[in-house]
């Protein structure tokens, strides 16, 4: 059996058809396998638990997609990616996912959500990741309350403020120069004494005289009222402790891939492992995007795992369709 996590309230007329491809989550690469498997003519279903666009949709500038030399906002690329998966036809359901099981009879998977439940012939899971949290004292309380993993959507709410960044890679330093916009100060907390981040963002960085780097040094405790006043800091190399006084605090150290409730073979940190045509160890289910096992996590590689997913889900759809005895379009096979 496997499972995802997913909410929803009310049933949908949609758990009255039986849908050829579901595709869990609506990042890059869940778009892109809707845009393929909707325009071969697939009854496609798309189900995002929040709005379309994943992690991209609030990612401020993309520069390294092909075909925009000046970048383009995340939410406009991921818009047109729902806009143009919606002109052939995919069907989209906020939902948030808790089970899916198969019915071996049938060959049909059930995707559960309360309230509602969606049948389809084959599944891709394109669920994507979340930030980490740091597990230090004070985190839970300031969530929403000073301390955000999202740039975008909270950066104009520190206008002339000081606010920090925890990480070291390309979202600490692309989304500490997205801060700068609007704060007066934007520290730059790292464990260690260089950053992972490409060396075009460590330059934009450093040439920023808004941005201070406090390297070598971690998060102990996060401190306040109301809201966040000030952070604990602790020198990795000397142990020495010091507080640093800052109205919010964005942190960019990780990501966990979206599977905890999904029994397909995964590594040791969940992400999941496909074969090159994005099979998972369940046949007829597939994986793309960044919830799988990958060498590089951008959007143009999650377009390319999502496209390479959607061919081999139509592909063993085709396959199911010859068994009983159709054609792929349904009508009855015959040898003259």
């Known amino acids: 059996m496997l499972t995802l996590n997913i909410s929803k309230d009310e049933p949908s007329s949609s758990q009255d058809t039986l849908f050829d491809i579901a595709i869990i989550g609506s990042g890059p690469a869940g778009m892109t396998a809707a845009i393929y498997s909707s325009r071969a003519l697939l009854k496609t279903l798309v189900i995002e638990k929040l709005g379309a666009g994943g992690q991209a949709a609030v990612t401020d500038l993309i520069e390294n ?3 925009f030399p000046d970048g383009i906002n995340g939410f406009e690329l991921t818009r047109r990616m729902e806009e143009q998966a919606k002109k052939f036809g995919t069907h989209f359901e906020n939902a948030e996912v808790q089970e899916i099981t198969k019915d071996s009879n049938l060959n049909v998977f059930i995707i559960k959500a309360p309230g509602v439940e969606f049948k389809a012939k084959s599944v891709i ?3 994507g990741t979340s930030p980490k949290r740091l597990g230090v004292k004070g985190e839970s309380t300031y969530i929403g309350r000073g301390l955000s993993t999202c740039a975008t959507c909270d950066g104009p709410l520190y206008r002339d403020k000081t606010v920090a960044v925890v990480g070291g890679g390309d979202s600490a ?10 704060a007066k100060k934007v520290y730059v907390i790292h464990r260690r ?9 460590q330059k934009r960085a450093r040439e920023n005289p808004k941005m201070e780097f406090l390297c070598e040094r971690v998060v102990e405790e996060i401190i306040g009222d109301e809201k966040i006043r000030r952070v604990r800091l602790k020198n990795v190399k000397t142990g020495e402790e010091s507080e640093l006084e800052v109205d919010g605090l964005f ?9 905890r409730m999904v029994n397909v073979k995964k590594d040791e940190s969940g992400y999941i492992i496909t074969d090159d045509a994005m099979q998972t160890s369940v046949k007829g289910i597939f994986a793309a995007g960044d919830c799988r096992k990958t060498h590089l996590r951008q959007v143009s590689t999650a377009i390319g ?3 390479i997913a959607a061919h081999f889900a139509e592909k063993y759809v085709e396959e199911l369709s010859i068994k009983d005895g159709k054609s792929f379009d349904g009508i009855p096979c015959s040898l003259k």
């Open 173 to 182: 330093l692309d989304e500490g120069l997205f801060l700068t916009r609007f």
């Open 251 to 259: 942190l960019y150290i990780g990501l966990i891939p979206n599977t």
């Open 193 to 201: 004494n260089e950053f992972r981040a490409v060396k075009i963002l």
């Open 65 to 67: 997609y092909p075909g």
């Open 305 to 307: 795992d999502g496209a």
């Open 125 to 127: 899971i394109a669920t």
